[in-house]
């Protein structure tokens, strides 16, 4: 599988509203061999969609393998303003993720902003983390946001989704991603199962 398909199959990723602006620095334990082995995983999954058996199909999607391809596969796939990311599959469907973010770039899409309103305040690059439960059923994912931090500093939801929007944004969806908007997962997968270090695939 071409790093090009791959990036296609991440942007259509389950857990693509955290991905996308967000995750938990993890201590760096995984490898270039993770990343092969996780294209290799995609290639599979991508093949078993295209033959739906009668018996659910699980492959497991480890932490270590996730975290080798956002750093060594998915650069290009990244928006700009978005670097150092990393995921930590916490387990009983948490998940959680971090990303140094260029805030500037958000805070100038509006030209006016208030003092109360706390992007008046973000500039430069900083940490933003995000933590939230992921649950799927029936080819339909959402992600529930438990918590949100820049630099530490714990933010409102509003204000990750203001993050979210901006560096999600497309031609064909302007608005970009809503943190509560359902998507319907890729590749015939049925549902995933987040454990601790690991996440099982059900096709």
């Known amino acids: 599988m071409s790093r090009k398909a791959l990036g296609r199959l991440l942007r259509a990723a389950p857990a693509a509203p955290l991905l996308i602006v967000v995750a938990l ?20 999954i991508t093949q078993l969609a295209q033959r739906p058996a009668a018996q659910p199909n699980r ?6 393998e996730v975290n080798a391809c956002l750093a060594y596969d998915a650069q290009e796939q990244l928006p700009a303003g978005v670097v150092e990311p990393s995921v930590t599959i916490v387990g009983n469907g948490r998940v959680s993720a971090r990303a140094v973010v260029d805030l500037d770039a958000v805070r100038r899409q509006r030209s006016s902003r208030g003092a109360l309103d706390p992007m008046s305040y973000a500039t430069g690059r900083l940490p933003v983390t995000a933590t939230g439960i992921l649950t799927t059923s029936n080819g339909v994912g959402r992600v529930a946001l438990e918590s949100a931090t820049i630099a530490s500093i714990p933010i409102p939801k509003i204000f990750l989704q ?9 031609p064909e969806k ?16 049925r549902e995933i199962q987040v454990q601790t270090g690991h996440a099982i695939v059900v096709q």
């Open 25 to 44: 620095g993890a201590e760096t334990r995984f490898s270039r061999a993770d990343a092969v082995t996780l294209r290799q995983k995609v290639a599979r």
């Open 59 to 64: 492959t497991t999607v480890t932490e270590n």
């Open 162 to 170: 203001e993050i979210v929007s901006y560096y999600s944004r497309t």
């Open 174 to 189: 302007p608005g970009g991603i809503g943190l509560d908007d359902p998507f319907v997962l890729p590749a015939r997968i």
